[in-house]
């Protein structure tokens, strides 16, 4: 009888573990829609920038609609093509209720600049809702670290290029202990190193997984625990 409850523990256990796995598909995303390639904050269209603070926050901003605290929020970037010319460094992605994922309609098709910034493009602080992931954009351009990651980030289909870091990975940055990268079909290409970490690529001082990625052509490539 011992061994049948101890059998019956491992099982449920064991559901438990794939239910968990199977939570981020099985439940169906907040769509927060940008339809502007602009910059800016207010309205009546739905900026990437106001559409991060709807995600943030869980309720309608500038020309967007609000995320959901039940689920995850999907920014769906498929319907543009072009450039967004950012004026700043984006919000900080930190939802407290739920993940977030930015999903573009690929690389080739929409890019993102900081060109005129002065700065990065994404700061990721979503360390406790689950894996945030930035998905078939291009990131480029960035004064300082394109992507700083202080959470859970993952980076899909993506091509990052043309960023400086001033003191950090040019392209993704995850300068504290802890942060989880995973970059998965990305191509990290044609970035610079600063002054006091010259890594053009990817510096890491947490977790870093690449898959079916390339890290080519940028002054100096990857240094985990930097």
Not at 91 to 104: C, D, E, K
Not at 192 to 218: C, E, F, K, M, P
């Amino acid at each position: 009888m011992r061994r049948l409850r101890l059998i019956a523990r491992r099982v449920r256990v064991s559901c438990l573990v794939a239910l968990a796995w199977l939570v981020p598909s099985g439940i169906a995303a907040a769509q927060i829609v940008v339809d502007t390639l602009a910059d800016g904050s207010g309205g009546p269209a739905c900026t990437l920038r106001d559409a991060i603070v709807a995600a943030n926050q869980d309720m309608p901003w500038g020309g967007c609609d609000p995320g959901a605290e039940a689920s995850y929020d999907q920014i769906d970037l498929t319907g543009l093509s072009g450039t967004i010319e950012l004026y700043a460094t984006l919000p900080a992605l930190g939802s407290s209720f739920g993940a977030i994922r930015i999903l573009g309609p690929g690389a080739d098709r929409l890019a993102i600049s900081a060109a005129d910034a002065n700065g990065g493009v994404f700061v990721n602080l979503d360390a406790f809702t689950g894996d945030t992931s930035i998905e078939g954009v291009t990131i480029r351009d960035g004064a300082d670290s394109c992507v700083v990651n202080e959470g859970s980030l993952t980076l899909r289909d993506c091509r990052i290029t043309n960023c400086h870091g001033a003191s950090g990975g040019a392209a993704v940055d995850g300068g504290i202990a802890g942060p989880l990268t995973f970059l998965d079909r990305c191509l990290i290409d044609g970035n610079t190193g600063g002054s006091v970490i010259r890594v053009g690529g990817v510096a890491s001082s947490g977790g870093l997984r690449l898959q079916n990625s390339t890290v080519t052509g940028n002054e100096g490539g990857i240094v985990v625990n930097a």
